[in-house]
């Protein structure tokens, strides 16, 4: 097992935005005894949005569909499983108990999800895939031991309006509690079921964190003692102490980041930025960085991007 220790700053990193009311223009709901709602915002779109606008722009006010990929799919199904673990009484809580549900999870997903079955060819590339989440498990496992922790949530949503009206929300995979002799402890802890990012990425991947630290100490009133991310493709993770100043940063960082997409949205200025992450990206075939031409703008698209959509347990890029 080996864990880097988080050094970079939450200045660093992105955020997500899910709608966006330009002007004052939209109100997307009143928020239970505090500010009016003009828009949301959530860690994954904002981590879009920063890597490059034009990904956004497809997701959030296009909104074309993207087809279901193998890899993100297994991210779904195996956040399932380690969700479902922690119903296993804690002595139980082994990787054979762990791969027993993988069947059982992504059956249920199936039903849910019944064209998720195309994406394979035959019985033999299921099976492949099967035992690619089934490694992804084993890798949870040289990370920590389940059988000696008692999660106080999974898949935990949670959201804050800010006093300007911007609701953050998002899903926290995992959070632990503990009593101790300063208060109540909490530590967040996400899953991620591909490879570490190297330095260049590292940030975005921690902004997140900090998003969801910052989520619980607007609501809870404590700041995390500790945030977690296991990446299960390579067993590694990152780990960061987060403190006051870093999350009022992150709070700077996210509304700097809403502004600059309401920006976007008035001037239609939704720029293609190339890198790596291309290589993910389903929107290639209309991206001018690839020789191709997005399609016309919607018409509301400069006023009113309408996406209220909850953020997803497991993203896209798992
Ligand atoms: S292909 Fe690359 S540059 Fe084009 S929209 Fe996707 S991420 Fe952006």
Known sequence: MTAREATSTAEEAGSEPDTVAVGGAAVLGPAVGGPTVLGSLSPSR????????????????????????????????????????????AAGRTLAAAEGLLPGAWADLLAREPELATMFAGEE???????????????????????????????????????????????????????????????????????????????????????????????????????????????????????????????RRVQALWAAIARAHRTGDWRATPSKLCGWCDHQARCPAFGGTPPPLPAEAGAVPVDDAAPAVCEPEG
């Open 125 to 251: 590339e299921l099976a492949a895939w099967l035992t690619s989440a089934r490694e992804l498990l084993a890798g949870y496992f040289a990370l920590e031991d389940p059988r000696r922790l008692a999660p106080a949530a999974r898949e935990l949503y949670v959201e804050h309006v800010l006093d300007s009206g911007l609701r953050l929300r998002g899903y926290v995979d995992r959070l632990d509690e503990a009593r101790t002799a300063d208060g109540l402890a909490l530590r967040v802890v996400d899953y991620k079921t591909g490879r570490s990012p190297g330095p260049a990425f590292e940030g975005t991947a921690l902004f997140q964190m900090r998003f969801y630290a910052l989520l619980l100490w607007r609501t809870r009133g404590v700041v995390p003692r500790e945030l977690r991310l296991y990446y299960l493709g390579d067993r590694t993770w990152l780990r960061v102490v987060p403190d006051e100043a870093d999350l009022r940063a992150t709070e």
């Open 46 to 89: 904002a981590a879009d949005f920063v890597s490059c606008p034009l990904k956004y722009r497809f997701r959030v006010v296009d909104r074309l569909p993207e087809p279901p990929s193998p890899a993100a799919t297994r991210g779904t199904v195996v956040h399932s499983v380690l969700e479902r673990l922690f119903d296993v009484p």
